[in-house]
Nanobody, 124 residues
Framework: QGQLVESGGGLVQTGGSLRLSCAAS????????MGWFRQAPGKEREFVAS????????DYGDSVKGRFIISRDNAKNTVYLQMNSLKPEDTAIYYC?????????????????WGQGTQVTVSE
């Protein structure tokens, strides 16, 4: 089995920054693509960003492009999400996910492994 553990969430003011980390172990590290999703109360799970382990190809959701940066450290089996210029609408639980196969799809059903999430709250 695989496991994904997120960390780095917290409370930050509008315009501030946070860096989320996702540590992968077991089969989760074999996922070709790693993604970040977020879900706010009453809203659908939203694609944030993804990156491939091998080539580092990245994709971003429209709402975060230009503000968030996804990266990975293969030696540490860790994926990061650097979040800058945070807005109140970024408030959500952020989930790390590992894909079934090589993909650049933003759909949650393309991902097999999921972390438990970390709360990000941006105050006005």
């Amino acid at each position: 089995q695989g496991q994904l553990v997120e960390s780095g969430g917290g409370l930050v003011q509008t315009g501030g920054s946070l860096r989320l980390s996702c540590a992968a172990s077991g089969r989760a590290f074999s996922s070709p693509t790693m993604g970040w999703f977020r879900q706010a109360p009453g809203k659908e799970r939203e694609f944030v960003a993804s990156i491939t382990w091998r080539s580092g190809v990245t994709d971003y959701g429209d709402s975060v492009k230009g503000r968030f940066i996804i990266s990975r450290d293969n030696a540490k089996n860790t994926v990061y999400l650097q979040m800058n210029s945070l807005k109140p609408e970024d408030t959500a639980i952020y989930y790390c996910a590992g894909s079934y196969s090589a993909t650049r799809s933003p759909a949650p059903n393309a991902y097999r492994y999921w972390g438990q999430g970390t709360q990000v709250t941006v105050s006005e």
